[in-house]
């Protein structure tokens, strides 16, 4: 097999611009028809072109396995959203968003993105993001014409650093939460590895261990990162949507919400949750 830097990718039913800016990933930049990141070390650019998405590389690859299984090309959308509950809140949702995908992410990359996530905005985690990744990430091959692009810093680097050189990221309060989780994967106490082959209860529970990390941000790693497709993360939008859309003329509790996420979804519940997300997040407002 020959190396390329370019490849063309047949795709049915896959919305490249929704899957890439829909709150999973945070580093995805519109680039003129295009949207320009980093997936594995390598600078990527992706366009959708009819019925395909065309990938350019820096460096020429002879192999693609890294780039269908992190967009989740082969997915059987269809079967998929077939498994969703038949209401008219999940039909608006598919309506508006089919095509949307979940991303396969680096677990280290989604747990520490996830982390700088709380209580921000999605373009204020974006900046933050970036601001690490220009002081501690590694510099990467690009293009010619292109903007120098640098990887996310590896959990190791960023285990060597002060937490006022985190916090000059403008992190905030989530610096100490983001060099624990550091320094506990870079030392060996959790293994990242390990929570693939775990049950979901089990592998929410290694993830809640730390510091900063509770059952939301676990979620959102087991989704994006590692693909448990009954990870059902809550937050302010989530339950906006659940109130709004299932419960419109009552007042639930946040426990009778999270009883509902984890008995009416069924096992792709996962996905219907970024489908609702982002159906509130983008949705035009109601005229009249």
Known sequence: MTKSSERAFAVQDYDLAAT??????????????????IISGRWVKLRHQNNSIIAQVAEPVQEWAWLTHYLQMETDLAHILAGFPDDAAMRSAINACRGLRLLRQDPWECLASFILSSTKQ????????????????????VPSGH????NFPSAARIALLAESELRDCK????????????????????????????????????????PGVGPKIADCVLLFAYGFPSAFPVDVWVMKALRELYFPRGKPTRQKL????????????????????HYMRTRRPARG
């Open 122 to 141: 999605i373009v204020q985690i974006q900046q933050i993001i970036a601001l690490l990744c220009q002081r501690f990430g590694d510099l990467l091959p």
């Open 171 to 210: 992190m905030g309060f989530r610096a100490p939460y983001l060099l624990a989780a550091a320094r506990s994967i870079a030392t060996g106490r959790l293994d990242l590895n390990r929570v693939a082959d775990l049950p979901l209860a089990e592998a929410r529970a290694e993830l809640v261990q730390l």
């Open 147 to 150: 903007e120098p692009a640098r």
């Open 258 to 277: 999270l009883h509902f996420t984890e008995t009416y979804f069924g096992q792709n519940a996962g996905y219907a949750q970024q489908y609702l997300f």
């Open 20 to 37: 890439l800016a829909s709150g999973q990933a945070f580093r995805w930049q519109p680039h003129q028809d295009s949207w320009v990141g």
